[in-house]
């Protein structure tokens, strides 16, 4: 059975600062890989989707990296902002239609 | 073009009581997925359809029903409700195999 873990599970950063969030799998078979953001009380937004052929995805100051021989994932954010804190969600889909989801990290971003 | 849409928002069931959760998606997305999210706890799989008239078993679809009759909905059964079942409830979709989910709002329930 797949299971994903987030490191650290809440971290908090000054404003301006690049930061690394970390999800590992135990299964690398492996069809996608996402990253979510959620707001509390709020539903997931999506924010990149990495195929598992794929080994990053980038969209503005969010860039996804996927090493699946090893099992893991992380996301980096450039140039953190106070909108930017939420919690981060990972979630890998098996070569089926199951996803699975990690716990993920509270970040809070300090102005 | 509302997305997901999931009615109620906030619900409190009695033990034993029944009841569904609505799900809509007016992206005419094939898959559809419902997860529940445990306080401090990533989500976890409970039912999940790849198009109308399929359904099929998540992680955890233990006292849960559902069905699948159009694309646009897809409805979640409660029979019985417990106090385990407490959680908050989401209902995604999407359109294909290598597309993202959409997720709707959550509907908060609370089983006394």
């Known amino acids: 059975k797949q299971e994903v873990t987030q490191i650290p599970a809440a971290l908090s950063v000054p404003e301006g600062e690049n930061l690394v969030l970390n999800c590992s799998f135990t299964?690398?078979?492996?069809?996608?890989l996402q990253w979510f953001r959620q707001d509390p009380g709020k539903g997931l937004t999506s924010l990149l989707l990495?195929?598992?052929?794929?080994r990053e995805q980038t969209s503005g100051r969010l860039n996804a990296s996927l090493d699946k021989s090893s099992g893991r994932s992380t996301l980096y954010i450039a140039a953190s902002q106070p909108g930017d804190s939420a919690t981060y969600l990972c979630?890998?889909?098996?070569?089926?239609?199951?996803?699975?989801f990690g716990t993920g990290t509270s970040l809070t971003v300090i102005p | 073009n509302a997305g997901v849409t999931q009615t109620p928002k906030f619900r409190i069931l009695k033990i034993g009581q029944s009841m569904t959760l609505q799900c809509t998606q007016d992206?005419?997305?094939?898959?559809m997925y419902w997860y529940r999210q445990d306080p401090g706890m990533g989500l976890k799989l409970i039912y999940y359809?790849?198009?109308?008239?399929?359904?099929d078993k998540g992680e955890v679809p233990n006292g849960y029903n559902v069905s699948r009759s159009t694309t646009e909905d897809f409805p979640l059964r409660l029979e019985l409700a417990a106090p385990s079942q407490t959680s908050v409830y989401f209902c995604?979709?999407?359109?294909?195999?290598?597309?993202?989910?959409?997720f709707g709002p959550g509907t908060r329930l609370l089983v006394l």
């Open positions: 995604a979709s999407r359109r294909g195999p290598q597309e993202t989910q959409y």
């Open positions: 299964d690398s078979a492996i069809y996608n």
């Open positions: 990495i195929q598992s052929s794929q």
């Open positions: 979630a890998v889909r098996d070569t089926g239609n199951q996803f699975y």
């Open positions: 992206m005419n997305h094939n898959y």
């Open positions: 359809s790849v198009g109308a008239g399929i359904t």
